[in-house]
């Protein structure tokens, strides 16, 4: 675990509890940081996997690189959501959580959460990689045709980046766009040049 950057706090995390077969899981819809250095009133959100090790307190190494990054670039309110919500210590608990029926509407409930960043955020940054081996082809795919319909529909393409990495590629071969784990974010690119 790692403290958030400087002059940077968490300004709201959407987060719920649930219990499946006497088991308690942790789900995180939205975290937002105020970036108290902007001076602009600019937001970005950032899409990725499922939810890292960061909470209220303390936060993890890859968030806190988006967040040095995006502060530096004048972000006054930046925020994270999810292609799933579930906040799990092993991929075997994540995938009994993703194919399980009875969590619909969890799923329902993190795809409003998505909208409403997409339609409140100045940019909306893509960053999930690659499905992992963990994850059904399925569940990925529908999720991942969620959000790019819902930039479709809404016609927000201007709004959407991916990021730009000092020596590696924005997305992946399978043409994901890719998270900044063990890369140099250098900048932002529009998804359609």
Known sequence: ??????????????????RIDGERHLLRYVLTLDNM??????????????????EQQYSDA?????????????????SFVTLFPYHVPTATQ??????????????????????????NSDVFVLAWGDRPYYIPNRQFDETFQYVMHLIQMWQKEK???VFR?????????????????KKVIEGILPIHT
């Open 1 to 18: 675990m790692a403290r958030y950057p400087q002059n940077t706090f968490v300004d709201l995390i959407e987060r719920d509890v649930i």
């Open 37 to 54: 250095e902007s001076e602009s009133e600019k937001t970005v959100t950032v899409i990725h996997l499922h939810p890292m090790g960061a």
């Open 62 to 78: 890859m968030t806190n690189q988006m967040v040095r990054f995006l502060s530096k670039e004048d972000f006054q309110s930046i």
């Open 94 to 119: 994540l995938r009994e959580l993703i194919v399980d029926p009875r969590l619909e509407e969890v799923m329902e409930k993190n795809r409003r959460f998505i909208h409403e960043r997409l339609m």
């Open 159 to 161: 709004n959407v980046y």
């Open 165 to 181: 990495y000092s020596h590696a590629p924005s997305f992946t071969k399978n043409g994901q766009p890719d998270t900044p784990q």
